[in-house]
């Protein structure tokens, strides 16, 4: 496993923002699944541990990736992961406080060194319940409306 600190750029920018969960059905404040979500693809073919990397909004809220939120194999009962194995994904769930606006937000991602790996800008083009993610065939391409995949690649 590649701790964040033992980064090299390269390595560093094969982890992508994949599927945002912005409006989970019903009022928001659940736990894992019945809550906002981000999930990150790893496009390297080294896990890599994601120990204090941040994910933010536009308003500045703070998520920091920790076990005590993140999930990699959809075992709720474990004490959670924040290892992202090779091609392969991370959830990161905001558990009872959502922060991220239905009517439109960025979401950022940033390393334990504070730099920017990734972002996203989101509209309010998806339903409740809905996600909008990569295509899976087209990292550069945003879809809406897609059917949620946590923990696996999009259904488009």
């Not at 982890?15 to 990150?40: K, R």
């Amino acid at each position: 496993v590649v701790q964040a600190e033992e980064f090299s750029n390269n390595i560093e920018q094969t982890i992508f923002i994949n599927e945002i969960m912005f409006n989970p059905e019903g009022n928001d404040y659940g736990n894992w699944q019945e809550s906002e979500w981000i999930e990150l693809f790893n496009h390297s073919d080294q896990a890599i541990d994601l120990t204090n990397w941040v994910l933010e909004d536009e308003a500045n809220h703070l998520i920091e990736i920790t076990n005590q939120n993140s999930d990699n194999n959809q075992n709720f009962a474990d004490q959670g992961e924040t290892v992202i194995l090779p091609h392969s994904f991370l959830v990161i769930y905001v558990n009872g406080a959502p922060i991220f606006n239905n009517s439109g937000d960025v979401v950022y991602l940033q390393n334990s060194d504070g730099n920017l790996v990734d972002q996203h800008q989101y509209e309010n083009f998806t339903n409740q319940g809905k996600t909008t993610g990569r295509s899976r065939n087209d990292l550069d391409l945003w879809l809406d409306n897609l059917e949620q995949t946590p923990n696996s690649a999009n259904a488009q």
